[in-house]
């Protein structure tokens, strides 16, 4: 797959999670969040929780399944740019959670799987 064709993916990935995240009750506060150099794909609230979401999609698993490619580095980097939001939106003691949404794409259509609290 060429670069121009996975930004697509990710950002049809990243349109279809949103859109299952809110049909699911959630509120999506950002979209595409940076801080210093990393980037945060969703922030949302559910209830009273802080959900800061890495989305993945793939066309196939043959480099394993899309939320294996939330790699201990990917985490770290994600937690740092969390601990930047919550910093620049001076939040404290808010419960806050990681979330990941593996969307791979078969026969034409979406599977999406929902993954709570992935590390």
């Known amino acids: 797959?060429?670069?121009i064709n996975s930004r697509i993916q990710g950002k049809i990935g990243e349109d279809l999670a949103a859109?299952?995240?809110e049909r699911n009750g959630f509120k999506i506060l950002e979209r595409?969040?940076?801080f210093e150099r990393g980037e945060i794909d969703l922030i949302a609230e559910e209830g009273s929780e802080l959900v800061f979401i890495e989305v993945k999609?793939?066309?196939?698993?043959v480099?394993?399944?899309p939320e294996e490619a939330v790699t201990e580095e990917k985490q770290e980097q994600v937690r740092t740019v969390a601990d930047g939001y919550l910093?620049?939106?001076d939040i404290d003691n808010r419960p806050c959670r990681f979330d990941v949404v593996a969307i791979e794409f078969k026969n034409g259509?979406?599977?999406i799987r929902h993954i709570r609290d992935s590390f």
């Open 109 to 111: 259509k979406a599977e």
């Open 19 to 21: 859109r299952f995240l």
């Open 1 to 3: 797959m060429s670069p």
């Open 87 to 89: 910093y620049e939106h």
């Open 63 to 65: 480099f394993g399944a």
């Open 57 to 61: 999609a793939r066309n196939s698993t």
């Open 32 to 34: 595409n969040y940076r």
